[in-house]
C-alpha cells in the first residue's frame, strides 16, 4: 500500500497539481493538509473521477484537512474524540478507516513565534493529538498518522540549524513533543528508510529562491504503528511536485508530497 501526505497549501489553487501528480504516483492513500476550503466547496467529484472516495474536514479558513482514498473510506471522524463539530474553529485533524489501516491528517499549529500564545496553543494541540490517540486506539493497532506537524525532528532536518536558532518547529519543546508520539509506538516511516540521510527536506519558504538553494525543513511525516513499521519498503520526498515558479497556472505548494510504501494487504 501506498500512503502519502501533502499540505497543497490551498486545494483550489493546486486541484490540477494534486490530480497530475495522483495520475502518475497512484498513492492508495492520499491525506491533505491546508485545503483551504469548506466542506461545501470540496471537489469530491474530481477525486471520484479518479477512483477516490474522500472525507474531508475545512470551514474555508486558513487551514482544512482531507483524506483520499482508493481502498474505501469507513468510520471518517473530523475533529478530537469529544468535540462538537460545530465548536471546532480550526479543521486540523480528520481519521479514517482505509484498506484495514487507521489513518489520521493532521494539521500541527505553525506556532509563530516561541512564547506567544500560539506557541503555547501548538504545544496544547499536539498534547491533545497524543491523548487523543491513546484513547482511541492502540499502537498494536495498523495505524498511520500523516501530515504536516511543523516539527523537524533533528538538526538535520533543516538545512542550517543557526539559521532557525530562537525560532519555532526546532525548540526542544517540539522535538519533545515529536518524540512523544515516537514514545507511544509510532515510528517515523520515512527515517525507516533514510536513517542516516540529512538534507532532505519537504518545505521550502517561497522566497529568496529557497528551494533552488536547498535551503528547505522535513516538517512533513508518516507516522506508523508497529504492525506497519516493519513492513515499510520504500519512501520519498517528490520534489517534481514542488517545482514551478509559484504564479500563473498549476502553481506549486510550498510543500513537497512525502509518500511510503508498505508491505500491507488490504483486507
Not at 522566497?207 to 519498503?233: C, E, N, Q, W, Y
Amino acid at each position: 500500500m501506498r500512503i502519502a501526505t501533502w499540505n497543497v497549501n490551498s486545494l483550489k489553487a493546486r486541484l490540477a497539481k494534486v490530480e497530475e501528480w495522483i495520475r502518475y504516483a497512484r498513492p492508495d492513500v492520499l491525506c491533505m493538509q491546508e485545503t483551504k476550503l469548506a466542506d461545501a466547496a470540496f471537489p469530491a467529484m474530481a477525486f471520484a473521477a479518479l477512483g477516490y472516495e474522500t472525507a474531508y474536514h475545512g470551514n474555508g479558513r486558513w487551514n482544512g484537512v482531507a483524506i483520499a482514498s482508493r481502498v474505501g473510506i469507513a468510520e471518517a471522524r473530523p475533529g478530537f474524540a469529544g468535540e462538537e463539530l460545530a465548536d471546532i474553529e480550526e479543521c486540523r485533524f480528520l481519521s479514517a478507516r482505509c484498506g484495514g489501516i487507521l489513518v489520521a491528517s493532521v494539521y500541527v499549529p505553525n506556532g509563530r513565534s516561541v512564547g506567544s500564545e500560539h506557541y503555547e496553543q501548538k504545544l496544547e494541540w499536539l498534547d491533545r493529538l497524543r491523548r487523543d490517540l491513546a484513547e482511541q486506539c492502540s499502537p498494536d493497532e495498523p495505524i498511520a498518522v500523516c501530515g504536516d506537524f511543523n516539527i523537524a525532528p533533528e538538526d538535520r532536518d533543516v538545512y542550517d540549524p543557526a539559521a532557525f536558532a530562537g525560532a519555532t518547529h526546532v525548540t526542544p519543546a517540539e522535538r519533545a513533543a515529536f518524540q512523544a508520539f515516537e514514545q507511544w509506538g509510532l515510528t517515523d516511516a520515512f527515517r525507516q528508510v533514510y536513517p542516516d540521510t540529512d538534507r532532505l527536506f519537504s518545505w521550502w519558504d517561497y522566497r529568496a529562491g529557497d528551494f533552488h538553494k536547498h535551503r528547505g525543513m522535513r516538517i512533513d511525516h508518516i507516522l506508523v504503528s508497529k504492525p506497519l513499521a516493519g513492513g515499510v519498503t520504500y519512501a520519498l520526498i517528490d520534489r517534481e511536485a514542488r517545482k514551478g515558479l509559484g504564479k500563473g497556472d498549476n502553481p506549486p505548494s510550498d510543500h513537497a508530497p512525502v509518500l511510503v510504501d508498505l508491505d500491507w494487504s488490504v483486507g
